[in-house]
Nanobody, 124 residues
Framework: QVQLVESGGGLVQAGGSLRLSCEVSGGTFSSYAMGWFRQAPGKERRFVAS????????YYQDSVKGRFTISRDNAKNTVYLQMNSLKPEDTAVYYC?????????????????WGQGTQVTVSS
């Protein structure tokens, strides 16, 4: 059974940085495109970033371009989300997800496996 476990969330002041990690077990990590999503209180889960199997292609939500970087280490079965210049509006539960695809995708419905989420809170 494929499991995804996020870590690295926490409380940070505006302008600060956090790095989220998501370790995948029970499957072949290099066969999945990976994505990060977030859900703020009372709002729908939204796409943040995605990366293809090899790590060579990435997609980002417009609001995080230039501030967030998605990357992966296939030897460690881990995907990362480096978040810089954080803003209060970045506050949300962040989820990683795995899709049985080669390329990155923004479509929530194409992801097969999800983690439990990690809370990120940015104070003003």
């Amino acid at each position: 059974q494929v499991q995804l476990v996020e870590s690295g969330g926490g409380l940070v002041q505006a302008g600060g940085s956090l790095r989220l990690s998501c370790e995948v077990s029970g499957g072949t990590f290099s066969s999945y495109a990976m994505g990060w999503f977030r859900q703020a209180p009372g709002k729908e889960r939204r796409f943040v970033a995605s990366i293809n199997r090899s790590g060579g292609t990435t997609y980002y939500q417009d609001s995080v371009k230039g501030r967030f970087t998605i990357s992966r280490d296939n030897a460690k079965n881990t995907v990362y989300l480096q978040m810089n210049s954080l803003k209060p509006e970045d506050t949300a539960v962040y989820y990683c997800a795995a899709a049985s695809l080669f390329g990155p995708t923004v479509a929530t419905c194409l992801y097969d496996y999800w983690g439990q989420g990690t809370q990120v809170t940015v104070s003003s």
